[in-house]
């Protein structure tokens, strides 16, 4: 059975940083792409950023450019989220979601399996 763990999350000031991580079990993690998904609750979920199933490309919403990485590493069946100088905006649940190919897209129906999420709070 697919499973997607994250952690991570917490509370941080604004302009500070935080690493997610989630661990994936129960499929072949390295064939598929990933991404990283704000949850609000009761809105529609957006995509924050994505992978490819080798790395080779990712994408990043306008929002997070610049400010946070999307890094996968197949040999642990890990994903991670690395974001910097975080605003109070980021502040939402995140869970991390798996693809159906090995291609990253951008519609959230293109990815059927999600974590519970990882709840981020940026505030002073």
């Known amino acids: 059975q697919e499973k997607l763990v994250e952690s991570g999350g917490g509370l941080v000031q604004p302009g500070g940083s935080l690493k997610l991580s989630c661990v994936a079990s129960?499929?072949?993690?390295?064939?598929?792409?990933m991404g990283w998904f704000r949850r609000p609750p009761g809105k529609a979920s957006e995509l924050v950023a994505a992978?490819?199933?080798?790395?080779?490309?990712?994408y990043y919403t306008d929002a997070v450019k610049g400010r946070f990485t999307i890094t996968r590493a197949n040999d642990l069946n890990t994903l991670n989220l690395e974001m910097n100088d975080l605003r109070p905006e980021d502040a939402e649940l995140y869970s991390c979601?798996?693809?159906?190919?090995?291609?990253?897209?951008?519609?959230?129906?293109?990815?059927?399996?999600w974590g519970q999420g990882t709840q981020v709070t940026v505030t002073s």
């Open positions: 979601e798996s693809g159906e190919g090995q291609v990253f897209r951008l519609a959230p129906h293109n990815y059927p399996n």
């Open positions: 129960g499929f072949n993690f390295d064939i598929y792409a």
């Open positions: 992978i490819n199933s080798n790395a080779d490309n990712s």
